[in-house]
C-alpha cells in the first residue's frame, strides 16, 4: 500500500462524503434558483423597460398636444392683439375726428365772437362819431331829437 492507494482511498471518501452531503444538488439547487433570480431580474428588467416606453410615448404625445396648445394660445394671442390694435387705432381716429370737429367749432364761435365785438365796437365808435358832428353843427331841440332819432337808427343797424 503505497501512497498513491492512500491518495485514491481518501479521494474517493471525498467525494462519498461530497455525495453523502448532498453537496452537487445543492450547488446545483443554488445555481438553478441563480438563474431564476437573474431570469425573474431579466423579465422585471423588460417589464420597467417596457414600462419606461410607455411612459417615454405619453411624454412625448403629451408634449406635442402641448405644443399644439402653445401654437394655438400663439395664435389666439396674436389675432386678439392685431384686433385690439386695429379697435385701438379706430377709436383713437374716431376721437382725433371729434377733437378736430370740436376745435374747429370752437375757432368758429370765436371768430363770430370777434365779429360781433368788432361790430358793436365799430357801431359804438360811429355813434360816438355822429353824436360829436351833429352836436358840433346841429343846435338846440331840433339836433337833439335829430341826435337821438339817428343814434337809435345807427345802433337797430348795425347790431
Request: proline letters at 1%.
Amino acid at each position: 500500500m503505497d501512497a498513491t492507494f492512500w491518495a485514491t482511498v481518501g479521494l474517493v471518501i471525498f467525494f462519498v462524503a461530497i455525495f453523502w452531503a448532498k453537496i452537487p444538488s445543492k450547488i446545483g439547487g443554488s445555481l438553478d434558483k441563480r438563474a431564476d433570480d437573474i431570469r425573474n431580474e431579466l423579465d422585471e428588467a423588460r417589464r420597467l423597460r417596457e414600462e419606461a416606453q410607455a411612459l417615454v410615448s405619453e411624454y412625448q404625445r403629451k408634449r406635442h398636444e402641448a405644443e399644439g396648445e402653445a401654437e394655438a394660445i400663439i395664435a389666439e394671442a396674436t389675432s386678439e392683439a392685431e384686433r385690439l390694435t386695429l379697435e385701438t387705432n379706430q377709436a383713437l381716429e374716431e376721437m382725433i375726428a371729434r377733437r378736430s370737429k370740436a376745435a374747429e367749432e370752437k375757432i368758429a364761435q370765436a371768430e363770430s365772437q370777434a365779429v360781433a365785438e368788432v361790430r358793436a365796437r365799430a357801431a359804438d365808435i360811429a355813434v360816438a362819431a355822429a353824436e360829436q358832428i351833429l352836436t358840433a353843427k346841429v343846435k338846440d331841440k331840433v339836433a337833439d331829437d335829430i341826435l337821438s332819432k339817428s343814434i337809435a337808427q345807427v345802433k337797430e343797424k348795425l347790431n
